[in-house]
Each structure stands twice: as structure tokens, then as C-alpha cells.
């Protein structure tokens, strides 16, 4: 049986895990990047919606994404369009994007294991080992420190025994086609009972005559399957889907994201997690790619110092679940109230939502749909939107901040 010693081992190819191997790789260690797939994001999971401050944070190249200045909301009976000047948000083309992030792991020297499955995971005096099927060979990789960046599944996490499932969870069905009709400055979020249940449908353009329609479904508050949804809604060409005329099927994505809030520790000896396998993503239209990639890279910063200190304890890596809770869990527990009472609209609610919406500036419509919520923000919404939906978001997040 072979074997491969490593300093670091990160599993899953993603954005959080080639995200890691970069850094860690950069800071001088000897790093493997395993991926189960043949290639590098071979198989979407994702409709990569992102924002532009993103996009420039994490310097992704312009062929990677199709900017976003039209954001286009419709419940049953009602239809709103916030537009921007300058795009401000961004839709990903997601292979390109995962293959460019797993690139500038490999030209810091990461070392790319791909076809390559994690079947268990066993401590040891130095570290952890993986078993695992690479390439249709056992093989063992040992690492001093791992990081489980494997997603939804956090194989490496559930096989020591760490975690369970997750309970809440989004699962989301999308047909990428080509259309006859697209505009690409557009992007819409469908509400209401006959897009989904327990969520939303979207049309997101990837430029040209490229766009992605899904139906997302929130579980277990629904036992609709997402991908019967999806066909029924492109069938009766509801709503703006009407307007995209002739539609070329080019691929079928289906993926499932955690919407559990922050419910999991992130660190443990020689372990630590991100990306999905922390439950790193915003509620609201279940996001994480902009997660990913930065707490990514600070898991594999953090990864190399412990190894620098020579301390591979939870202790010593705690600064990583420190860092990225700081920043974003006042956010996501507001967001998962938010996004809880979402669930419980009617149709007629949701209209009136979309009331509330069109009275929303730009940067107050951003913060909204990011979860971006600050205390000061959601007071100054509520003064300037009297209507009872701010006045509900206001009180909702002042009871998640605990303030």
C-alpha cells in the first residue's frame, strides 16, 4: 500500500480548500490537496453568486464571472428592480473560478491528488491518517495537521467521530441554458408558494446567452424535491422565465449547503474545518463561496503557524475559529432569523415584502441580501422604512445581537 507523509493535508478541491493549500503552501509547508473527483469541479454544486467587493478582495480575473447591476425580485404579485449604476454584485463561472483558486495552490507547490476519496480517518501519535481510494488504489496520506474542507459531507470530521449531519439544510436543483433572450446585467430571485415552498428560484446570467434557473428548497420545512420543482416552473414559464423565449439545455447542477446557523466547533487537535463543513454561509440566499475563500486562506495561515509553534493543539488553532466568528456569526444568527420568518410568508406577505424592497436604497438593498447586518445599519433602515417588515428585521436582529 502506498503511503504520503505531509505537513498539512487539505480535503476538497473547493474554494475553502484550494483556498488553504494556497496559503499554507505560500508559508513554505509541504501541502496535499485532495480532490474525490477526477477533475477539479468537474461535478457544480453551486450558482456562484458572489459580490464585487469580493471579486476584488480575492483578485479573481474578469473571465471567471459576469457582473451584476439589475436585481430583480417577483412574489405572485408583485415585481420590483433595484438597478446600480457600476455592477455590485457578481455571478461566478464556478469551474473556472475553483480550477484558477486549485491553480495558484499548485504554483506555490501544493501537490494535487484528484479521484482521490477519504473512506476514513484514524488519529495518531503524529497526527491523522486517511485512508483513502485514490485512483482505485488504497492509499494512506499522514497528516500533522488536516483540513476539512469537504463540504456538506465533512467526511474527515464525521469519520473521527466529531459531527453528525447536518439537520438544516438548503438543496438546490439548477439547468444551465443557453436562451434565447438573456439579459445579462439581470439577475431574479423568485418567492411564493409556486416557485418554492421553502425558499426561492432564481435566474442567474453568466454573460452571452448563458443562464442558470433553480429552485432551492429548504429541509427539512419542505419535502418538495427541488429538481421536480425546477421542471415544473420552466414548464408554465412563470414569471420571468417567460421571458428568456427558447431555452438549449447545456448541464444539470445539484448540490446541498448547511443552514444549521453556527452550530459546530470549527477546531480540534491537528483539525480544523471550513467552508461548508463549518456551516460557513450567509442564510438568506444561502451563499458561501466569499467564506470560503477567506477563512480558507485563514485556516491555512493559521495551520502553518501552529506548525511553526510546533503546537498542533485545539488550543493553538483556536485563533481561526476566533477570527471568523468575530466576524461573521452576529451576522448569520440575524440572517437565520430573517430568513426564518421567510419561510412562514403567503403569497399575499410576500408582495407586500416586495413593497418594503423597492424603498430600499442600493447599499441598504447589499447589506439585506448579504446578511451584512450591523446594529447601526438595521436603525437606520428602520427609520427610513417605517413600513412593519423593516420594523420586524430591526427587532429581529437587535434580539440576535443580544443588544
Known amino acids: 500500500m502506498k503511503e504520503f507523509s505531509y505537513d498539512i493535508i487539505v480535503v476538497g478541491a473547493g474554494p475553502a480548500g484550494s483556498s488553504a493549500a494556497f496559503t499554507a503552501a505560500k508559508l513554505g509547508h509541504r501541502v496535499a490537496l485532495l480532490e474525490k473527483e477526477e477533475t477539479v469541479a468537474q461535478t457544480v454544486r453551486t450558482s456562484g453568486v458572489t459580490w464585487m467587493d469580493s471579486i476584488s478582495e480575492f483578485e479573481i480575473p ?94 474527515v470530521a464525521k469519520s473521527l467521530g466529531l459531527v453528525t449531519q447536518w439537520k438544516r439544510f438548503g438543496a438546490g436543483a439548477e439547468y444551465e441554458f443557453e436562451v434565447e433572450n438573456a439579459d445579462a446585467n439581470t439577475w431574479w430571485l423568485m418567492v411564493g408558494q409556486d416557485y418554492s415552498p ?60 448547511p443552514n444549521d446557523g453556527l452550530s459546530r466547533k470549527t477546531v480540534y487537535d491537528n483539525l480544523i474545518l471550513v467552508g461548508d463543513s463549518a456551516g460557513q454561509a450567509n442564510p ?5 463561496i466569499r467564506y470560503a475563500i477567506r477563512y480558507g486562506r485563514i485556516a ?48 399575499q406577505e410576500w408582495d407586500r415584502e416586495l413593497d418594503v424592497i423597492k424603498e430600499l436604497s442600493m447599499d441598504e438593498f447589499l447589506d439585506f441580501i448579504k446578511a451584512d447586518f450591523s446594529l447601526g445599519s438595521i436603525v437606520k433602515m428602520a427609520v427610513s422604512h417605517p413600513k412593519l417588515a423593516v420594523r420586524q428585521l430591526f427587532n429581529i436582529v437587535r434580539g440576535a445581537t443580544g443588544r
Open 284 to 288: 438568506l440566499v444561502l451563499e458561501g
Open 62 to 155: 474578469e473571465h471567471c464571472y459576469n457582473p451584476i447591476k439589475n436585481y430583480g425580485f417577483c412574489s405572485p404579485g408583485n415585481e420590483v428592480i433595484i438597478s446600480s449604476d457600476v455592477p455590485r454584485a457578481a455571478v461566478l463561472d464556478v469551474r473556472r473560478t475553483y480550477r484558477w483558486l486549485a491553480d495558484k495552490a499548485l504554483k506555490q507547490e501544493a501537490v494535487l491528488y484528484t479521484n482521490t476519496s477519504v473512506t476514513s480517518a484514524k488519529r495518531d501519535s503524529n497526527g491523522i491518517t486517511l485512508h483513502t481510494l485514490s485512483n482505485k488504489e488504497e492509499v494512506l496520506f499522514h497528516g500533522k495537521i488536516v483540513i476539512d474542507a469537504s463540504g456538506f459531507q465533512t467526511v
Open 198 to 257: 421553502a425558499g426561492y428560484a432564481w435566474i442567474f446570467p453568466l454573460g452571452g446567452n448563458i443562464v442558470r434557473v433553480g429552485v432551492g428548497v429548504g429541509k427539512p420545512e419542505s419535502t418538495e424535491d427541488p429538481n421536480e420543482r425546477l421542471k415544473q416552473i420552466i414548464d408554465k414559464k412563470l414569471g420571468p422565465i417567460a421571458k428568456l423565449g427558447k431555452m438549449k439545455l447545456i448541464e444539470f447542477h445539484y448540490g446541498l449547503i
Open 300 to 347: 491555512g495561515e493559521t495551520a502553518a503557524n501552529a506548525l511553526l509553534k510546533g503546537d498542533l493543539t485545539e488550543k493553538s488553532l483556536m485563533p481561526y475559529e476566533e477570527n471568523w466568528k468575530k466576524a461573521i456569526q452576529s451576522k448569520i444568527n440575524s440572517a437565520s432569523k430573517v430568513q426564518a420568518r421567510w419561510l412562514t410568508l403567503s403569497d
